[in-house]
């Protein structure tokens, strides 16, 4: 007797991967579609990302079914046939064999292949391709609000009859056509129709169509506005000036709105601290919560406005259209140094993380060209730096946004130069060879999606949080606890203070000694503790760049992560700490050394900035330079190379303004 | 695709002679075999019609007024156009 069928009672996700030709509006389509629910996830073992969103298609047409479906946005592709990494992922992805971290590696139950209604020839020919997998597919005709302005009319039917699947028009931008969506993609179908399996053949396959299911009744009128910006923003003098008005703009607004929040934050970290320390009793609990969890992860957290700041203002950069045009302003610049425009995406890339810029350099064809740009790519100044530059450009230049921002744009400025060095050496000698020249498509200017804009800089900011949640938190600890121990007892000079302080009249010299006493077995204390042997062991070696014990403790924990300088210092003096009520910030500015004289004096901030912007202070990327070089002679280059320019670069800084007379 | 001088029509010149707003049809490209994939994804396709837009470094092209494309002058003087008149 057979048994019978139990219905399945547990909800399937079905898995809809959205495709289409990069600069086709797909990425605001998505956000429009997923909002908040969406996160950023890597391929694993590649350079690429995409976005993910779990969400209730059925609720979204309101059908009132729950299945969930996983929406993922794969990189924009011109072909799946490219020898490009974003073509190899989306194929995998489509053959089942790769998915973003978290997901199942699965071939996709849909596809929704977003196309520009502008723009329909060129897009036709990866629909034709997309076709040939025989997967459940949507054509959601998107951008066609602009492509109506322009005179364009497409059909949809006739669309939908010509690729054998459905079809809806729609505009991310106005949500227009957005609410049949959900439905649609439900009825997702498998096209009985094929294109042809050439490129000749799939070219005129789509010239076809678009001349079937397309009339324009406007003649294409020349687009003076664009062709002139064009020739502004690209202009060999007027585009690099544009480009460092832009730069230093950016920057200089990124200090002057940051400023509001990062004061409420670090406030905030103070009052939270004072509460602890007055609440919880003295002791080692107290202590680790106050100067090792608060102090630690405060000073990282603190940095989250300039953070977010940050990718949101180049987001909205980025979708102006001005990005691409600045490519070519850099293409001008970096052939004469061995590298070509195709290094600008990796080495952007990299003033968020080195990391994703060496992977991106996957998409470089040349292999000289490509070893080049992994090398340059650390000298770009990294997130993890920001915090790093905001403290000690904010130590240099007290309450002056301009020039601390001049001093920022500076940083990136000597990175680039760094950079640019290293390429223009090593490609006349270990890497002869001229690099690859470069094409690019160039985006219409638009007004940039504000909420594309703000979901990017959310999930940033998130992952931001959550480093400074685990792994800074971690190091927090452990450097609290190395500061910390072993404890030493209270030398002769406190005790002899302390008794003289006892025999005092006067309550108020009497609590002058004492706080002298407090700070001299603090300071013994820490020189004692094993991160003050530590730094003590280290501290010849840096003695000639103006680094102290405390400062090359900070240096040492930097090869962990850069940002970790902060924290290290806010731990160390933390418990050194004269003045109570001081913020985060205020007590690492003004830090004293174990002779009570300034540990950031003007020649060492200076010293420490130079050396922050060249040093190689990551150990991931060197493992990812060893694994996209093929070899870890590679990495070690890296590493001597950078580490031999910061220490060139900082004492040079440090030497020039001792012996010019500064302090 | 590496397209043999034999392959050439005696009328296509490189698209670096166009002038300013100038129009002509691809004839070819002769570039390395992947430049010449990623060109042609792009929408730069035998009989593709194409517009000058900027000359110099880079070279700015319009594709039948749908899209922009930015080359470097390298790249853009392997590609060979016949004129309109």
């Not at chain 1, 002791?283 to 700041?309: K, M, R």
Request: with cysteine; charged share 15%; glycine share 8%.
């Amino acid at each position: 007797m057979s048994t019978p069928t139990v219905p399945q009672l547990v909800p399937t996700k079905r898995t809809i991967a959205v495709l289409g030709n990069p600069n086709v509006g797909k990425t605001t389509l998505f956000n429009r579609i997923a909002g908040i629910r969406a996160k950023t996830s890597n391929f694993p073992g590649t350079t690429q990302e995409a976005r993910v969103a779990h969400i209730n298609l059925d609720k979204e047409s309101q059908k009132g079914a729950h299945n969930e479906s996983v929406l993922i946005d794969l990189p924009g592709i011109y072909s799946l046939h490219l020898d490009l990494s974003e073509s190899k992922v989306c194929n995998q992805t489509l053959e089942g064999t790769t998915a973003p971290t978290g997901e199942p590696a699965q071939v996709p139950d849909a596809l929704m292949v977003v196309v520009d209604a502008t723009n329909l020839t060129r897009n036709l020919s990866i629909v034709g391709e997309l076709l040939a997998k025989r997967l459940p597919t949507v054509i959601v005709v998107n951008m066609i609000d602009v492509a109506r302005r322009r005179g364009i009319h497409v059909d949809p039917d006739k669309l939908s009859d010509c690729l054998g699947c459905p079809v809806i028009l729609c505009s991310a931008r106005t949500g227009e056509g957005l609410h049949a969506l959900g439905a649609m993609l439900n009825d997702a179908k498998i096209s009985h129709r094929t294109a042809p399996s050439d490129q000749t053949g799939i070219e005129r396959w789509a010239q076809d169509i678009y001349a079937t299911v397309s009339t324009s009744n406007a003649e294409l009128a020349a687009d003076t506005l664009t062709d002139r910006l064009d020739r502004a923003f690209t202009h060999p003098l007027l585009g690099m000036l544009s480009f460092v008005a832009i730069m230093t703009g950016l920057f200089w607004m990124i200090f002057k709105l940051a400023a509001i929040p990062m004061d409420w934050i670090d406030f905030w970290f103070g009052s939270v601290g004072n509460w602890v320390a007055g609440t919880l009793p003295e002791g080692a609990i107290s202590d680790l919560i106050v100067d090792g969890v608060i102090a630690g992860v405060g000073g990282t957290v603190i940095f989250l406005p300039q953070i977010c700041l940050l990718f949101f203002l180049l987001a909205l950069l980025e979708g102006t259209g001005y990005l691409a045009r600045a490519a070519f302003v850099i293409d001008r610049l970096l052939r004469p140094f061995g590298m070509s425009g195709h290094a600008f995406v990796p080495l952007l890339s990299s003033h968020a993380c080195a990391i994703p810029g060496i992977m991106a350099t996957r998409a470089i064809p040349d292999k000289r060209d490509r070893l080049a740009t992994i090398l340059v790519a650390p000298f770009m100044s990294c997130t993890a730096r920001i915090p790093v530059y905001v403290l000690l450009t904010a130590i240099l230049f007290p309450d002056r946004p301009l020039y601390q921002a001049y001093a920022f744009t500076m940083c990136y400025a000597i990175g680039i130069l760094a950079g640019l060095f290293t390429s223009f050496l090593f490609r006349r000698t270990i890497l002869r060879g001229k690099s690859r020249p470069m094409a690019l498509e160039l985006p219409s200017y638009r007004m940039p999606d504000l909420k594309s804009a703000l979901l990017l800089t959310f999930d940033r900011g998130m992952i931001f949080l959550k480093k400074a949640g685990t792994m800074i938190l971690a190091i927090s600890i452990v450097l609290w606890w190395l500061n910390a121990y072993p404890h030493s007892a209270p030398t002769d000079e406190s005790i002899a203070l302390r008794t003289q302080a006892e025999s005092m009249v006067d309550i108020e010299q009497a609590n002058e000694l004492v706080a002298q006493a407090d700070a001299i077995d603090t300071r013994n204390a820490t020189a004692n503790s094993m991160l003050g042997k530590l730094g003590s062991t280290f501290q010849p070696i840096f003695a000639p760049l103006g680094y102290d014990r405390q400062l090359t403790v900070g240096v040492l924990a930097s090869f962990a992560a850069r940002e970790v300088f902060v924290s290290t210092m806010a731990v160390q003096v933390a418990g050194s700490d004269d003045v109570d009520d001081e913020s985060v910030l205020a007590s690492i500015a003004n830090a004293t050394n174990d002779d009570g004289s300034r540990i950031f004096t003007y020649a060492t901030s200076w010293s420490l900035l130079f050396f922050y912007v060249l040093a190689s202070l990551c150990l991931p990327t060197l493992v990812v330079t060893a694994k996209e070089s093929g070899g870890w002679k590679w990495a070690m280059l890296q590493l001597g190379w950078m580490s031999l320019l910061a220490y060139i670069g900082a004492f040079a800084a440090y030497q020039i303004i001792i012996a010019a007379g500064g302090t | 695709m590496i397209n043999s001088e034999a392959q050439l029509e005696s009328k296509a010149v490189p698209l670096t002679q166009l002038s300013r707003g100038q129009i002509g049809r691809i004839e070819c490209t002769q570039a390395h075999p992947d430049d010449c994939s990623m060109l042609r994804a792009m929408g730069l396709h035998p009989d593709a019609s194409i517009q000058m837009c900027r000359l110099g470094e880079p070279c700015i092209v319009s594709l039948s007024g749908a899209c922009r494309i930015g080359l470097a002058k390298d790249i853009a003087s392997r590609v060979f156009v016949h004129i309109d008149s």
